[in-house]
């Protein structure tokens, strides 16, 4: 009989934690939807209105679900947070209640669910329409006043662990293995091409020359639309 007890108690205890850690999630996402906007872009690189629309997407599209310990919101704030930070630090109000191998699992699953070609054909668009580049090129006259202009680009060095396999292809020129990645982005900063195929060993210029852009940018060129990419 005081076995029997004893497991009845552990087992409502079980119970009681689990309850506690849902009310402690609906309370998080409580917080977050009244965190103010230029707080919540801090943290996680997203306005609310993208934030929401993301997470439908991701609901919609992927097989990512959430749980009742772990909403999906939850997991999709604490990737985001991570993509922003590159630290496991957790926010408060948000991943305090996750320990570091629930928050790396997140990720992990949110990341793969980017992924998705619906998602990324979606989200990441290069301006195919002569009406799209005009509208991209008037926001850079005006903001910035620079003629002509329908992208920024540029390369920068995700830090990687050492591969095991052609380590020469990441080890870059800084003195730490990476993946040398080429972005495109227009006057709002939003990612409009990415190419994340090479080492970090790898000139931005082999990257750029092996590129859908480079020949898409020609041939706009010989079709007579003077348009530019701005890089350094």
Request: overall charge positive; charged content about 20%; aromatic content about 8%.
């Amino acid at each position: 009989m005081h076995t029997l007890r004893l497991l009845r108690a552990a087992h409502n205890e079980s119970v009681w934690l689990r309850r506690q850690k849902r009310y402690n999630y609906r309370q998080t996402m409580e917080s977050v939807e009244d965190m103010p906007e230029l707080l919540f872009v801090e943290h996680f690189r997203l306005n609310k209105s993208t934030f929401r629309r993301l997470c439908n997407d991701l609901r919609v599209h992927t097989s990512l679900r959430g749980s009742k310990e772990i909403p999906l919101k939850i997991k999709v704030l604490t990737a985001l947070n991570f993509l922003a930070t590159g630290s496991y630090q957790r926010i408060v109000g948000v991943s305090q209640n996750l320990t570091q191998r629930t928050t790396s699992r997140c990720v992990r699953q949110v990341v793969d669910a980017l992924n998705h070609p619906t998602l990324m054909s979606k989200w990441i668009q290069f301006p195919q329409t002569v009406q799209e580049r005009s509208l991209i090129k008037e926001e850079f006259q005006r903001k910035y006043n620079l003629p002509g202009v329908i992208g920024c680009i540029d390369c920068t060095h995700i830090a990687i662990v050492k591969p095991s396999e052609e380590e020469h292809a990441f080890y870059n020129r800084k003195g730490y293995h990476s993946l040398n990645i080429q972005m495109v982005c227009d006057h709002n900063l939003k990612i409009m091409n990415i190419n994340a195929k090479f080492g970090g060993a790898t000139h931005d210029s082999h990257i750029w020359s092996s590129s859908l852009v480079e020949p898409y940018m020609c041939h706009l060129h010989e079709s007579g639309e003077h348009v530019w990419l701005l890089g350094k």
